[in-house]
């Protein structure tokens, strides 16, 4: 089997949903001319109805898609740009993610919120580079996060047939990655589960989305001289406590690196949460963007406000010396 | 006269308004004696717009409305005693009380619910309509706001796709000429029904304050709407003889005069549909809504409030259950005291 892409493990993904139940639409800008690439041949496959290209309307059809829902179909929505993701806030997080309590249970809204290119790309502006994935794990909503194409596929089709509104943030820095595909290794992965992509005894490294592969260079670099054990939590909401708590109680020292700005950041959080309830042996460190961070339009400036694998390094080698 | 559609005995219209009224004033009461906690928004003097339209309707329509809905809930087939128990909190209620009175759902009469952030049910009408007309049953979705939604965007994002799409939805206006406070003449410029026609629906205005008015109306554009016409759009001017909000009755706002109030209660909906029965059957209509509203009042006070511990509870569909606010709390993992972590520092 050739080398799956992520892009187009998202488009099988899709596809594969599509055919599989008839419920399943989805509906963004540019999405006939599959702008993204997440959509290609989908059209051609499935029609217009179930390839709904929208207006520039972010939050009339965000409501729509939760209309649509409501009455019985399961959409995707896709957006172009992380930043229309805070245009739609209040539509995802105040409207679409409370029918289920606000209802009682009578009703739910299946929703998968699809974020195709999340993060920075170089030269594109304080406007099209951030991370907003924080802000939706605080609220509550379900939040996925893919480091592989595999995962991609996985998490998208848990999404899209989870009974809750799910939102998928597929980072820019994350596209180029590809792999060999066997048949049977497209298969869903349950939301809130995480993977350990390096087994190891002296550090944890949670790291999430494009970041996993920074993390996985670094620990590879370290070889022989620390024994990093990288996680990447592939879901953000609900996180999985119990994953992380397991490689903790072999390490009991912690690094997160994490795209978010840092206050009030996933970062932040993850720390929280393991000195509170895990094994600590030393304090931990976080690796993110600086508070408030805005990554603009020139990479030599924008880099320096990106989390490294330099400073992953120096932080995996303070918590290792803070233990000794 | 609608083809297809039977006109409703003017009885009918009556005992939608008396209900609607009565069970306002009822739910004012529960305010008064602490039942209610939120307060509620009352559409005493709006309820020509609810009856009418509820008339126009059938069960299987589906219908997003807003946070001064209680009349409408009523004209499409709530149960009155599980709709006061949700705004008294109750277990029992149509969304086991936690809609209450501002964001209620019935979707066992097609209530979608009543969004809180003004216009933003207008998409979600929107988007439901266009899955009924796939479905191929002539259902229509109906989206009801006030005269402070035709600023928001996402109502006029809702009016395009609607109309590009020919989705089966009619939009409906209740033009009580305030927004809280703000005046309508001082909040929209143009007209209300010149921004649905901007998009080509078919927009027009009439009188909200007699139900026969509100029914005639409602009827053409319901089933213009299941022929496959498209959307509609209508205004209903109405007005609210209380306040906004049962706040009001404390803290006494005035940006409306008295002579205003006045001249507007002269048109009660209530005497107006109550002169067109005789009065005998007036009166028993009137005892019968007063008998199921006592009966819907004790269900309602009767039944229990959820417990706390169930706070948590339908937050999400797929059953996940957040953690609480403490460590530990509602996390497997730290389910006994000698696995707490502060044992195993150092």
């Known amino acids: ?324 | 006269m609608i083809a297809g559609l039977a006109q409703p005995l003017p009885e009918d219209l009556y005992r939608t308004i008396r209900l609607i009224r009565r069970f306002e004033e009822r739910a004012i009461d529960l305010v008064r004696s602490g039942d209610i906690v939120s307060g509620i928004h009352p559409c005493i003097g709006q309820e020509a717009v609810a009856a009418g339209i509820g008339a126009a309707l059938r069960r299987d329509d589906m219908m997003m409305a807003h946070h001064r809905s209680h009349g409408h809930m009523l004209a499409k087939g709530t149960d009155p005693g599980r709709l006061l128990a949700e705004m008294a909190g109750r277990a029992t209620g149509v969304a086991r009380g936690r809609g209450g009175s501002f964001h209620p759902s019935d979707f066992s009469v097609g209530v979608l619910g009543c969004s809180g952030t003004v216009g933003h049910g207008a998409p979600v009408a929107a988007g439901a309509g266009w899955v009924l007309a796939q479905e191929g049953a002539r259902r229509v979705a109906i989206g009801i706001f006030g005269d402070g939604a035709v600023n928001q965007g996402a109502l006029l994002e809702s009016f395009n796709m609607a109309a590009l799409w020919h989705v089966p939805v009619v939009f409906v206006c209740e033009n009580n000429l305030y927004a809280t406070t703000l005046p309508v003449e001082t909040a929209v410029a143009g007209s209300i029904t010149a921004r649905a026609a901007a998009f080509g629906i078919p927009a027009s205005s009439h009188d909200g304050m007699d139900p026969e008015v509100v029914f005639e109306a409602t009827a053409a554009a319901v089933t213009q709407a299941r022929d496959g016409g498209g959307p509609a759009f209508l205004e209903f001017t109405c007005y609210r003889f209380e306040g906004h909000h049962t706040f009001e009755l404390k803290a006494g706002l005035r940006y409306r005069e008295a002579d205003e109030v006045a001249r507007w209660r002269a048109r009660d909906p209530m005497e107006l549909a109550g002169s067109r029965i005789p009065a005998g059957r007036r009166q028993q209509i009137d005892e019968q809504v007063e008998a199921d509203l006592d009966a819907a009042v004790r269900f309602a006070l009767e039944s229990p409030k959820p417990e706390p511990d169930e706070a948590l509870d339908y937050l999400f569909s797929s059953g996940l259950r957040p953690r609480g606010g403490m460590p530990g709390s509602r996390h497997g993992r730290l389910g006994t005291s000698q696995e707490h972590p502060a044992g195993r520092k150092g």
Not at chain 1, 26 to 33: A, F, K, L, Q, Y
Not at chain 1, 268 to 285: H, L
């Open chain 1, 1 to 324: 089997m050739p080398l799956l892409s992520y892009l187009r493990a998202i488009n099988r993904a899709l596809g594969d949903e599509m055919e599989r139940d008839p419920a399943v639409f989805i509906m963004g800008e540019d999405i006939r001319h599959a702008l993204t690439n997440t959509t290609t041949g989908l059209l051609a496959r499935f029609g217009p109805q179930r390839v709904l290209e929208t207006p520039l309307s972010e939050q009339g059809f965000t409501d729509f898609a939760t209309g649509a829902a409501l009455a019985g179909r399961r959409p995707v929505v896709e957006y172009q740009i992380p930043f229309l993701l805070l245009l739609v806030f209040e539509q995802i997080a105040n409207q679409a993610n409370k029918v289920s309590v606000m209802s009682g249970g009578q009703a739910s809204v299946p929703v998968t919120f699809l974020l195709p290119a999340a993060g920075w790309r170089p030269g594109w502006g304080g406007q099209h580079s951030d991370q907003p994935y924080s802000m939706f794990a605080h609220f509550g909503v379900k939040t996925v996060l893919p480091a592989t194409p595999t995962d991609a596929y996985g998490l998208l089709v848990s999404a899209i047939r989870d009974d809750d509104p799910v939102t998928f943030f597929a980072p820019i820095a994350a596209h180029g990655v590809r792999e060999n595909v066997l048949p049977g290794d497209l298969i869903p992965v349950p939301l809130g589960v995480s993977r350990v992509h390096r087994p190891g005894s002296d550090v944890t490294v949670v790291a999430v989305g494009h970041l996993v592969h920074d993390a996985l260079a670094v620990a590879a670099d370290l070889d022989g001289e620390v024994s990093v054990e990288v996680l990447d939590p592939r879901t953000l909401y609900p996180f999985d406590w119990d994953g992380l708590a397991a490689s903790l109680d072999k390490t009991g020292r912690l690094v997160v690196i994490d795209d978010s700005n840092r206050f009030c950041g996933l970062g932040a959080e993850i720390v929280a949460t393991a000195v509170e309830e895990m094994r600590i042996d030393v304090p931990p460190i976080r690796v993110t963007r600086p508070d408030g961070a805005v990554v603009g339009c020139l990479p030599e400036l924008d880099l320096a406000l990106q989390p490294s694998r330099e400073q992953l390094a120096t932080a995996i080698r303070a918590v290792i010396k803070g233990g000794c």
